[in-house]
């Protein structure tokens, strides 16, 4: 049996499997294999890159599961009973989610694993606890001003753009409250600029540098997680500054970063992107990124389109090139914005300064 949802491909029978195979396939990045055993396939696995893919519930040959895990793969327990609280009212904490120091047997790891499973009873769960979450979410959001940081999951620590998109968290931080998909890149270094809003401009550089030592959660998400705890154990901040991350368990390759400081994750995918898009009021600023971005770009201009003008946020892209040549988003939505209220409310600059000021500008 296989489902495809995008770049995923779920894979649940070894007849599945071996048709695949024999198609000659060389990369199972973004494939998920799930209750399987794989001990007859042993040579043939060996030989391919499973860098990205994820095992949940396999039997492996000895030593295997060690050899997928030390090239980036995530090999996750067999789950039978369910982690979650279907009846849950409150957002998470990076706490509870990583409740464990080895990722597989952490809540989070645990939760991705189980809901891999084809269970009638665990649909019914995961749909009671979205519901949960979505309450918890409206409560948390009502007395706050929102702001979205959209961009790339590939981003990596150590990079410009990954310390231009903590320098932006850290700017808006300032006045509101940063939003973001809560997984690792951009996101990740917007929720971190966010909780350096009032501390000093060094202790930001400082934590960039400390988290370089782990520029991805490929090919330990172990060690991503022990850098972020690090900068953590240093931020002396009481009460810290709220950060919001919206992840969901659909992408439980990616792994929540810890410095959102409410986690709402979602199971459904479709709910959680809709929820991120209208909870941020006050704007939303989209950094360079690919497939999911883009999404992102034009679910929130359908939503400034049919909006008054009085509920119109301000829609901010990053890079003139790379949204006119690489990903030429920005001549449609100019062209749908057109003679609209919209028209007005969005904005292509080539800088995180310009960015942060056309959005604490309309905070004025």
Same mark, same amino acid.
């Given at each position: 049996?296989?489902?495809?949802?995008?770049?995923?491909?779920?894979?649940?029978?070894?007849?599945?499997?071996?048709?695949?195979?024999?198609?000659?396939?060389?990369?199972?990045?973004?494939?998920?294999?799930?209750?399987?055993?794989?001990?007859?396939?042993?040579?043939?696995?060996?030989?391919?890159?499973? $860098?990205?893919?994820?095992?949940? &519930?396999?039997?492996?040959?000895? @030593?295997? /599961?060690? !050899?997928?895990?030390?090239? %980036? =793969?995530?090999?996750?327990?067999?789950?039978?009973?369910?982690?979650?609280?279907?009846?849950?009212?409150?957002?998470?904490?990076?706490?509870?989610?990583?409740?464990?120091?080895?990722?597989?047997?952490?809540?989070?790891?645990?939760?991705?694993?189980?809901?891999?499973?084809?269970?009638?009873?665990?649909?019914?769960?995961?749909?009671?606890?979205?519901?949960?979450?979505?309450?918890?979410?409206?409560?948390?959001?009502?007395?706050?001003?929102?702001?979205?940081?959209?961009? $790339?999951?590939?981003?990596?620590? &150590?990079?410009?753009?990954?310390? @231009?998109? /903590?320098? !932006?968290?850290?700017?808006? %931080? =300032?006045?509101?409250?940063?939003?973001?998909?809560?997984?690792?890149?951009?996101?990740?270094?917007?929720?971190?600029?966010?909780?350096?809003?009032?501390?000093?401009?060094?202790?930001?550089?400082?934590?960039?540098?400390?988290?370089?030592?782990?520029?991805?959660?490929?090919?330990?998400?172990?060690?991503?997680?022990?850098?972020?705890?690090?900068?953590?154990?240093?931020?002396?901040?009481?009460?810290?500054?709220?950060?919001?991350?919206?992840?969901?368990?659909?992408?439980?390759?990616?792994?929540?970063?810890?410095?959102?400081?409410?986690?709402?994750?979602?199971?459904?995918?479709?709910?959680?992107?809709?929820?991120?898009?209208?909870?941020?009021?006050?704007?939303?600023?989209?950094?360079?990124?690919?497939?999911?971005?883009?999404?992102?770009?034009?679910?929130?201009?359908?939503?400034?389109?049919?909006?008054?003008?009085?509920?119109?946020?301000?829609?901010?892209?990053?890079?003139?090139?790379?949204?006119?040549?690489?990903?030429?988003?920005?001549?449609?939505?100019?062209?749908?914005?057109?003679?609209?209220?919209?028209?007005?409310?969005?904005?292509?600059?080539?800088?995180?300064?310009?960015?942060?000021?056309?959005?604490?500008?309309?905070?004025?």
């Amino acid at each position: 049996m296989t489902h495809r949802a995008g770049r995923i491909i779920t894979i649940e029978s070894i007849t599945e499997l071996e048709r695949r195979l024999a198609q000659g396939v060389t990369r199972l990045r973004g494939w998920r294999i799930v209750g399987l055993d794989l001990r007859e396939h042993s040579s043939q696995l060996e030989a391919l890159d499973t $860098s990205r893919t994820t095992f949940a &519930g396999c039997t492996f040959a000895q @030593g295997d /599961a060690d !050899l997928h895990a030390a090239r %980036g =793969a995530l090999v996750l327990p067999d789950v039978d009973a369910s982690p979650i609280d279907p009846h849950r009212d409150t957002l998470y904490t990076a706490d509870e989610l990583y409740d464990e120091p080895d990722y597989r047997h952490a809540f989070d790891g645990r939760t991705y694993a189980w809901s891999q499973k084809p269970d009638r009873d665990g649909i019914l769960a995961r749909a009671l606890h979205d519901d949960g979450i979505d309450q918890a979410l409206t409560d948390w959001t009502s007395t706050r001003r929102l702001v979205g940081v959209m961009g $790339s999951h590939d981003m990596q620590r &150590g990079d410009a753009d990954f310390a @231009g998109a /903590a320098h !932006l968290g850290r700017r808006l %931080g =300032a006045t509101f409250t940063v939003a973001t998909g809560g997984g690792p890149g951009a996101m990740e270094a917007a929720n971190l600029g966010a909780r350096f809003a009032h501390a000093g401009e060094d202790a930001l550089e400082r934590a960039l540098a400390t988290l370089a030592a782990a520029p991805s959660y490929h090919p330990s998400i172990d060690a991503w997680i022990a850098a972020a705890r690090s900068v953590l154990a240093e931020l002396e901040q009481d009460p810290p500054v709220d950060t919001l991350g919206v992840p969901t368990w659909h992408y439980g390759h990616e792994p929540p970063n810890l410095f959102a400081t409410a986690i709402a994750k979602y199971f459904r995918n479709a709910l959680r992107e809709a929820i991120l898009l209208q909870v941020c009021g006050s704007g939303i600023v989209f950094l360079p990124g690919a497939g999911g971005t883009v999404q992102e770009i034009f679910q929130d201009a359908c939503e400034n389109y049919y909006a008054t003008e009085d509920r119109i946020a301000p829609m901010v892209l990053v890079d003139h090139a790379h949204w006119t040549r690489t990903l030429p988003a920005w001549p449609l939505l100019q062209a749908l914005a057109q003679g609209r209220p919209m028209e007005k409310h969005i904005h292509l600059v080539d800088s995180i300064d310009e960015a942060a000021a056309l959005i604490l500008e309309g905070a004025a």
